[in-house]
């Protein structure tokens, strides 16, 4: 009987030691991101969502994703452009989990996101649309959603920003071609 109590102690300090030993890699991949190093950072979440695939966890890094395809779409140099082809197909990649668990503020994330990139391809705004409806379905007591909606369907998506390259590397030099 001690043994029993002995493991099951045993397997519940393993659990909680890997519950806080994915988060610290999520903190890890979060700072490497804020740093300025998104190819990294990517890599760095991949591996903190592989031990624990939390939602709270994809929704921060679909959301760096998202931030990143932004600043690299908007940096004329071919190379950023290839990345924010790569990290838009991740981003999207990342949000899909919302279509098994609905959370509305994440979805009005992942509409802002697609309407700010309906700016270079407008053909993502009716997408974009779309997801603020289903986020609003979800919560319709929500006075700030319902305003966001109604002023993403009465405008169209704003225009791209003017290309300037970007003051931080679009890769560290470790990655660089």
Do not use: C
């Amino acid at each position: 009987m001690i043994a029993v109590a002995g493991l099951v102690g045993l397997v519940a300090v393993w659990g909680a030691f890997r519950f806080i030993a994915a988060d610290a890699r999520v903190r890890h991949a979060n700072a490497i991101f804020s740093e300025g190093h998104p190819v990294e950072g990517a890599e760095a979440f991949e591996a903190a969502l592989d031990a624990r695939a939390d939602n709270h966890y994809r929704r921060i890094f679909a959301d760096r994703l998202g931030d990143s395809a932004l600043a690299f779409k908007a940096d004329p140099d071919p190379r950023a452009q290839d990345l924010a082809d790569d990290f838009y197909e991740r981003a999207r990649d990342a949000y899909a989990y919302l279509e098994t668990f609905p959370h509305p503020n994440t979805i009005s994330e992942y509409a802002r996101f697609l309407r700010a990139w309906a700016a270079y391809e407008p053909e993502v705004n009716s997408e974009s649309l779309e997801l603020f409806e289903r986020a609003l379905a979800l919560d319709p007591n929500n006075p700030a959603l319902a305003s966001e909606v109604d002023a993403a369907v009465a405008s169209p998506p704003p225009p791209a920003p003017s290309p300037e390259p970007s003051p931080t590397p679009t890769t560290s030099p470790s990655t660089s071609p």
